[in-house]
Each structure stands twice: as C-alpha cells, then as structure tokens.
C-alpha cells in the first residue's frame, strides 16, 4: 500500500535553477525520509526528518515537515545535470522502523 | 564497506524454473529486506527480516520464498514465477532500531518469459 504521495509526478528544470518536490501521507509517522534512484538502479539515502523535527539541511537539500498537513518538501537548490534522477519520499509508522512504505515518487530531469 | 551487494545483476527465468537471487552486506546491520519495484513505480516491501527471523511478510505469494542464512547474507528463492513477475528486485538492510536509514543494493532485474 502507499502512503505518501509526491507532487509533482515529473518535474523539468534548467541547471542552476532550484526543484522542489512535495511529499504527503495519511497517518502518523516516526519519521519521513527522502531517497533518490537513477534510472534502473537501487536508491541512496538522502536525508532523515523526525516527526518532533520541522526543517532540515544537508548541502543542498532543504527538507521540510508539517505534521499537522502531513507532508514534506525536499528543495534541492542549485540543480545540476547529474541530480537528474527519480526522488521517493517514504515514510516509517513504526514497528520499529520495520515498515517502510515510498512514494510514488518525482522523476525530476535537470536540463544543462 | 556501506555496500549491499546483489547477484545477479540480470536474471531470465522461464515459469517452470527456480532460481534464487542473492543479497549480502557487511555492515553489521540485522535488519535486512526485500523489495519489488515495476517500472515506474515506487518499491513495495516484500519481506523484512530482524535478527534473522522473518518479522514481515507482506501478503507475497508463497511462490517466493526468503531465506536469511546468517546476518549478512539474504536470498529470494524463485519457483513458478508469472511474466507479472518480471521486475526490479532490490535488497536492503539497515539497523534494527527506531530511527535508521536503508542501504540499497543495485537490485537485480528479473524477466519471465
């Protein structure tokens, strides 16, 4: 089953310019996450947000939490052609962090 | 080493045959799973295992069978497999706590004709 739904489903941008992908789920969580697949391949970790947690940073994503709307944000600034790939919220309900459920998912294309 | 490794990379199965993928890391983590991802689609939990026991199991058909030989080892065994089959099998593992991040592997790619 899914449980978050990301906003948009394909997003195409210039080099250089900012992406912003939204994120938005239907019950309670322990923590969002974002990841990030390039085509075909398995997914990298990007960034970790607790439900007590309202922002966070690493580099150049912004990440976002409104647990009162149920969604997320991830802003990824200063795109580059190499940050062209598919970008998955998921969240965790707990179970001890043992039930994962991803997004649909943003295919983002960074255009040099 | 904050690899997940996974073979074979490709896999072409006809509906009669078993065949297992496998997946490895040397993380020390003790939470490991498997996922099942069609083009274009997000990945679905299939299986999740803790301390080497099955904790999850996500209504899969009993088609495919999970193993967890030891802590750094995990396989999928295949046995008449449907073409509705054919997929991106991704591994992952992670420590078995609260708050934690998954390490994938590269998946392997399963085709059924």
């Known amino acids: 089953s899914q449980q978050g739904e990301e906003d948009p489903q394909a997003l195409s941008i210039q080099e250089g310019e900012n992406a912003t992908m939204n994120c938005s789920y239907k019950?309670?969580?322990?923590?969002l996450q974002w990841y990030r697949q390039n085509s075909g391949r398995g997914l990298v970790h990007l960034i970790l947000?607790?439900?007590?947690?309202r922002e966070k940073h690493s580099g150049r994503l912004r990440v976002t939490l409104d647990t009162s709307k149920k969604s997320s944000s991830l802003l990824i600034t200063a795109s580059r052609a190499a940050d062209t790939a598919s970008y998955f919220c998921?969240?965790?309900?707990?179970?001890?962090?043992?039930?994962?459920?991803f997004g649909p998912g943003t295919r983002l294309s960074v255009l040099p | 080493d904050t690899e997940v490794t996974q073979t074979p990379k490709h896999l072409v199965m006809g509906m009669t045959n078993k065949k297992s993928l496998k997946c490895e890391q040397h993380?020390?983590?003790?939470?490991m799973y498997w996922y099942k991802q069609k083009a274009k689609k997000p990945p679905e939990l299939m299986f999740v295992?803790?301390?080497?026991?099955?904790?999850i199991n996500e209504s899969v058909p009993s088609r495919f069978s999970p193993e967890c030989p030891n802590s750094s080892l995990l396989n999928l065994h295949l046995h008449a497999l449907q073409p509705e089959d054919s997929a991106l099998y991704l591994c992952?593992?992670?420590?078995?706590?609260?708050?934690?991040?998954?390490?994938f592997g590269p998946g392997t790619r399963l085709t059924v004709t």
């Open positions: 992952a593992s992670s420590s078995p706590g609260q708050i934690y991040e998954q390490y």
């Open positions: 019950t309670s969580i322990n923590n």
């Open positions: 947000i607790r439900s007590n947690e």
């Open positions: 998921a969240t965790d309900a707990g179970n001890y962090g043992q039930n994962f459920v």
């Open positions: 993380m020390g983590h003790r939470a």
């Open positions: 295992y803790s301390y080497e026991k099955l904790s």
